[in-house]
């Protein structure tokens, strides 16, 4: 949402009208998950996919700890221009918009982590 504001995008709002569903209806299925199998299998999916992979591995990894890594690397311009088109991204100039992108693949390590633990321990892989 800061980046919204920030870069006066306000195509990146969209993430409001995806991760609050998402985080509505994974509080709700967490707590049938212990008594309802389909209601596991579908917070497991929802987690995956929109915490995990979305939010935690694209958002933050690589839109944001990849990109900062190249950038201050010295990564050739041109390069990163491929990777990241501009309009579409940003190259780091605003900290704060950095730092909780940053927060976000960091956050993303223990959920992995975590998930990894909840699938197991359920079905004993």
Same mark, same amino acid.
Not at 90 to 104: H, L, R, S, V, Y
Not at 108 to 116: E, N, R, W
């Given at each position: 949402m800061y980046g919204a504001i920030a870069y006066h !995008?306000?195509? =990146?709002?969209?993430?409001? *009208? #995806?991760?609050?569903?998402?985080?509505?209806? !994974?509080?709700?299925?967490? =707590?049938?998950?212990?008594?309802?199998?389909?209601?596991?299998w579908l917070y497991w999916i929802i987690t995956l996919l929109a915490a995990i992979i979305l939010i935690g591995i694209f958002e933050g990894l690589y839109n944001h700890v990849l990109k900062n890594i190249l950038f201050f690397s010295g990564f050739p311009g041109s390069s990163m221009e491929k990777l990241y088109p501009r309009g579409t991204y /940003?190259?780091?100039?605003?900290?704060? #918009? /950095?730092? !909780?992108?940053?927060?976000?693949g960091i956050i993303?390590?223990? *959920?992995?982590?975590?998930?990894?633990r909840l699938t197991s321990q359920k079905y004993k892989l």
């Open positions: !995008t306000s195509w =990146r709002l969209h993430v409001l *009208l #995806f991760s609050i569903p998402v985080l509505v209806v !994974t509080l709700i299925l967490s =707590r049938l998950a212990a008594a309802k199998p389909w209601a596991f /940003e190259m780091p100039d605003n900290f704060f #918009f /950095e730092i !909780t992108g940053i927060m976000q993303a390590i223990p *959920l992995i982590i975590y998930f990894i």
